[in-house]
């Protein structure tokens, strides 16, 4: 990783080896910003203040080994991401005002995405997540992530028929807690209904209507246009002496066919003149034929006014006009057909709840068996691991209890209430020592404790559901002496089957590591290029020392910090 200005670290590169990588270095020094970094390349919450002040922004780039073929591969190039020799290159940029942007093998892609990518490459622990193994809800999603498919298969179908059985309910609860408004709304639609019934609308007759009633109520106007107009054309019998169009043609046609016959041109005037006296002849015909076919009847009128009234009053309620007011009565008669079947729906509902119940109730009775099966599994492994790390007396169990609730579903014979993920409260339990009962972590585990029933929780889970890389942010916290050589070990065995990141105050961890880096404040209290360093040889000795002792140059503590390391060395 490369990280600049963000928090006390101006610009440095982090080298994480394969194996085991500690991170020491004093109080303050920035060790927690390398766990940040990685925290904001794997997707987490950027946060403005975590830009260096006077920077413009903070950028952590890192390049992430992937394993061919895996989720995170296929959901990498699905974004567009392009691999470089089996590693994707990831960068976050954080501005001064707190905006986020991200990239993935060289392609923008939103943040979520790297967090997506997270679940499938890295477990970040730390003292957080020691809280949140107190969560009852983490518990059992632990136990279920150990279980793996004997867990996984029968929830599956207990979720699928959860949502079910909640999307019945709600619908059946619609149906009868708005029984009286449901009724209203049918009343009001069969009342529509009904209304536009009586009416008979027919698509279109709104206009067809307004159109003849126009021509209804200008019938004497047009009839004495259309003989005027007719008298034009053709002439007026009454007045032989008059001209009109038709004679004006003709008169022109004659004139010109004497000639025609001397020029191309003016025998096509001459046709042209032809075939608008045809025209003329035929827009006369039509004049009569209107005036003769106009209905002046008043009684027509009033009717078609009439008519026009009663399918105004439908489009003042269901539409703007007679089209609207069709489709509104085929919705409506659709919804009434609905509503109207309500108590036979009711019926099918409460058939179907009542199967759905029993369906739920077999899955968790199923889903609670292999709770119960892996959880004896579950707690025997890490009781191991706690043997292996300085508590060789504790005992660590499950309690898998249910709920009575008179509204839950039937499990066993009892009636118990049930969630998304069954019917089972799943709690961890620790007994330190012998004779002790078991009790509840987060009552029965000092913070030490609590630190390596995590570890031995996460030694198990690299057995049974390995990631490629582990991140400890001093889980080690509280621990020390024997206990904590012990993690130590632990931890070296761990990045046997992957790679382990810890940051740590503890020099017995430390010595175990494959890799020591430490994070140093240059005389400005910043962090720069040469500020996280590899440790080798002199070096190393001299900063366990210090995390020993305090001292870089006592003899005693040297001695001590050349033990550990070569207790380390024989236990690899």
């Known amino acids: 990783m490369r990280i600049r200005s963000l928090g006390v670290i101006d610009d440095a590169v982090v080298e994480l080896s394969p194996g085991f990588t500690a991170v020491t270095g004093e ?3 920035g060790k927690t910003m390398v766990v940040t970094s990685l925290g904001l390349l794997l997707g987490g ?27 995170a591969v296929v959901r990498a190039e699905e974004a567009g991401a392009e691999l470089d020799e089996g590693t994707l290159l990831v960068s976050r940029t954080v501005s001064a005002e707190g905006r986020s942007r991200a990239h993935l093998g060289g ?21 957080s997540d020691q809280q949140g193994l107190l969560k009852l809800s983490r518990q059992r999603q632990a136990l279920d992530r150990y279980a793996g498919y004997a867990v996984a298969v029968p929830l599956g179908k207990y979720t699928e028929a959860y949502k079910r059985l909640r999307a019945v309910n709600a619908e059946l609860e619609e149906i009868t807690t708005r029984a ?8 009001m639609l069969r009342f529509g209904l009904e209304e536009i019934a009586a009416v008979e609308p027919r698509a279109g007759e709104d206009a067809e209507l307004a159109e003849e009633a126009g021509r209804l109520g200008h019938a004497e106007a047009l009839a004495s246009a259309a003989a005027v107009a007719h008298a034009a054309l053709a002439g007026n019998p009454e007045d032989p002496e008059g001209v009109d169009a038709g004679t004006l043609v003709a008169g022109a046609q004659r004139a010109l066919e004497v000639v025609r016959a001397h020029d191309p041109a003016l025998a096509a ?3 042209r003149i032809g075939e608008i006296g045809i025209l003329l002849r035929d827009v006369a015909g039509e004049l009569a034929g209107y005036a003769d076919d106009l209905d002046a009847d008043p009684l027509r009128l009033a009717a078609v006014e009439e008519r026009r009234a009663a399918l105004t009053a439908l489009t003042r309620k269901y539409g703007e006009d007679v089209a609207e007011v069709l489709a509104w009565a085929e919705r409506s008669a659709a919804r009434l057909t609905d509503l109207e079947g309500d108590d036979e729906r009711i019926g099918e509902l409460t058939a179907e709840r009542d199967g759905l ?4 109730g077999a899955l968790a009775q199923e889903l609670s068996q292999a709770r119960a099966e892996a959880a004896e599994r579950f707690a025997a ?29 039937e499990v066993n014979g009892r009636t118990v209430a049930y969630g998304p993920s069954g019917v089972d409260e799943v709690e961890l339990l620790l007994a330190p020592h012998p004779g002790a009962p078991p009790r509840p972590i987060a009552k029965g585990a000092s913070g030490g404790e609590l630190s390596r029933v995590m570890l031995a929780v996460e030694v198990v889970f690299a057995g049974t559901d390995p990631v490629p890389t582990y991140l400890f942010d001093e889980v080690d916290a509280g621990v020390g002496g024997k206990a904590a050589v012990e993690i130590g070990r632990r931890l070296a065995r761990l990045a046997k089957k992957a790679q382990v990141v810890v940051v740590t105050h503890l020099p017995q961890v430390a010595a175990f590591a494959d890799r020591q880096l430490l994070v140093e404040k240059t005389n400005d209290g910043s962090v720069t290029r040469s500020g996280v360093k590899v440790l080798e040889g002199e070096d190393r000795v001299r900063e366990l020392s210090r995390m020993l002792a305090g001292q870089e140059d006592s003899e005693t503590a040297r001695a001590h910090a050349e033990e550990l390391l070569a207790a380390a060395r024989a236990d690899g």
């Open 27 to 29: 109080t303050g020094a």
């Open 45 to 71: 919450r950027a946060d403005a203040a975590l830009v260096r002040i006077g920077a413009r922004n903070a950028v952590v780039e890192g390049r992430i080994a992937v394993p061919e073929g895996s989720a």
């Open 107 to 127: 392609r923008s892609v939103p943040v979520g995405l790297l967090a997506e990518l997270a679940d499938d490459l890295v477990a970040v622990h730390g003292q």
């Open 180 to 187: 009286r408004e449901r009724a209203q709304e049918a009343d």
């Open 269 to 271: 005037l001459t046709d």
């Open 357 to 360: 119940r029993n369906e739920l």
């Open 381 to 409: 492994a890490v009781t191991e691991e706690l043997a292996s790390l300085a508590m060789p007396h504790a005992r660590v169990s499950f309690d898998i209890r249910q709920t009575e609730d008179p509204e839950g579903v």
